[in-house]
């Protein structure tokens, strides 16, 4: 069974700070890793996907994220927090399963201060 | 703009009543999926359409009924529903049940049941 755990259900920073989203992942067969964004009243929108090629992975909005098979994560990190980077965060794997399910995270909420 | 468009984007309903949910997706994708997204829950997966044809069901109460009648549309059928169905309701289409990928969403439904 694949499953995904995202440490912290609320994250706030300072602009400007270092943005540090955790999720961990579990998974039968290689998993194929994605976070996407939630913001208000909106769907979500792909930041990211890891599909066992780079281990580190850049995403649009200056996001990136780092494949860690030893410790099954898959963090996404920001240098420097904007306050447009306010919203919810959420992790997914997909991977085992005849069709492609995505298992998501709870999410994380990200709250940017002055 | 994800390509994936949703109507109406919100609706209040009463418990007898009978209403639709419309998803539309212009990428020219094989696979269509419901989520639900209620408050401090994870997204729960509730069908998959893959050309046309239902491959999951998830454990969704009948009160729900799915239609697809082509790859492009995707309709929710919702009668008698509860309070407790109250959610934000996703769509996402993708390029194939079987192709391990992003899946792209819809900007949702809000709906809320009196």
Redesign the interface.
Known sequence: AQSVTQLGSHVSVSEGALVLLRCNYSSSVPP?L?W?VQYP??????LL?Y?SAATLVKGINGFEAEFKKSETSFHLTKPSAHMSDAAEY?CAV??AG?????I????TRLAVHP | E?G?T?TPRHLVMGMTNKKSLKCEQHLGHN?MYWYKQSA????E?MF?Y?LEER??NNSVPSRFSPECPNSSHLFLHLHTLQPEDSALY?C?S?R?????????????T?LTVL
């Open positions: 194929y994605f996407y009243n909106q769907g979500l929108q792909l996907k599909t959420f997909s991977g005849g069709y492609n399910k995505l998501f995270g709870a999410g | 994800t994936v949703q696979a401090k829950k994870p997204l997966l998959v893959s491959v999951e996703l996402a993708g194939g049940v079987g192709i391990k990928d992003e899946q792209f969403f819809g900007p949702g809000r």
